[in-house]
């Protein structure tokens, strides 16, 4: 079959012929019709993320159809269209994943192939409103907004949400969320053009973060926020938590501007406010995201498609960090 | 009457008389029994707190007898034993308290006196299983303490709970607290002494946080926290987070020694840590922590007892820091 291979970090990935697996017990083969870039996926090319394994197909997003079975599998399988949970082994704890936990594509084999073996458990009927660019463009980043938002932020109609980076897969999911429970979102960017995109998507207004006074535009605009959910961190987050109206929560879930940030705690207990850590989520908060996104209608916002092997071109366009929405991958068959 | 009144900062308190106050619609007039200190007490005589105002009669904690009532209140309350409620006008959330929210004691004249004035929305009934002196030491430390580990903290019997600063008010509320729902309580001090009282009260070993490798300590002889309760803040803080299990959380409530902390929030959100900030709590949380500490029949730990006209000893014995657990102040009638 072919498949995008890392072979060596700082380097393009290879489209080349590798053997199709075979699902063991458990397992199921997907003939898949679509992927999807994650940051992951690009911090891996670049040699910039822990435990780098080579050769290896990256990518952890993926939609097709199950076309063979492990041998303790029911075959009446064959046929469905499915979309694939990128989390291996959770485990058994909600608050947290287990040791085991891993993210397919890297080590094990992923998404930017024809083919790919996941656990059974790991499938899940497709969204019927979704195409499979759409579908293909669902399962990291709505995954992690889901948890982000709902597990870990407790997102309401009754809160003024900031989603900081809009344009970024899981920003994105996030306003459109946060839009569907009917809570007031506000969004930064560097880019007029992505807040215009993000008012397009509901957003009440945006700001752009490369001024050096955008909170205190925040505040005068629009308020206090009693939920921000972040995923650059940096000086960016010093500011988010001055935004932060009493019993506000913010939810962090990447560092894109830097890891360490300094805290006043004497601020955080006395306007009695938390900052939650979250990442990726549990096969219930999967469940849970495609009940949300089903009921809701929500269809992913798409930046730009690539053919497999043009991916290369699809990871620079997200080096340039120009693309709103994800960067899709069509697999031809 | 008599009371000990701040006249100015940086001086002692003087033991005078002042006229007695009066109860107005709404209002009760107790006649206090005991009272106790809190650090809140000792960082107003010292100038460090926000908004200090002089003449004032200081202290936020007092359990006495209803002795006269507003003239809309019923007089079947006078006789009645009570604690007070220190909380004024937390307001209508659980989660943090209004803009008008004040402290007994500061500006509101406050409990070290012979009677005190308050709204009868803020007396209880004392716990019946407790002295005077006990009654008193509840209310301030009792109730940060339980809104940080319960409300807040979400403290279960399937924790293992970290309690920085044992000796302290709250940090022994929360080790006791903590016992008496069956966690597993691990503390920190500077004194041998304390750690040993620690243990005697419940909690299953200490460390002492002067060792540069007191985080090391835990990790080798317990293993990871789910849950850590701290007044500290500062280098300390940082070191819990090292200390907390994955989907592990952290209380803030105070800033003895630093407020500013530098956090890594890829730890954070890889981990799905939280760190919470905590303060006083609302009615909800005060009526829950009498019922809770009646259940339990939790005496607090008294460290020592002055009489009013000796209070600026107690507060001399707290600046020492060498106190374990509530300092109280008898008032003589």
Redesign the interface.
Known sequence: MKAAVLHQVKAPLAIEDVPEPSPRPGEVLIELRAAALNRRDYWITQGLYPGIKVPCILGSDGAGTVVEVGSDISTRLIGQEVVINPGLEWGP?E???STRFRILGMPDDGTFAEYVVVPLSNVYPKPPHLSWHEAAALPLAALTAYRAAFT?GELTAADRVLVTGIGGGVATFVLQYSVAVRAEVLVTSSAQEKIEKAIELGARSGYNYTDPQWDEAVLEASGEVNLAVDGA?GKG?EKILKLL???GRVV????TAG?????????????????????MGSPRDFERMLDFVTRHLIRPAIDSVFPLDRINDGLERMRRGEHFGKIVIEIPH
Chains 1, 2 share one sequence.
């Open positions: 704890s608050g947290a994943q870990q961190g987050f109206a009493p019993g962090t879930y990447g560092v890891a360490k940030v300094e805290i006043p705690l004497n601020r955080l207990f006395w306007r009695q406010l938390r900052i939650i850590g979250s990442t």
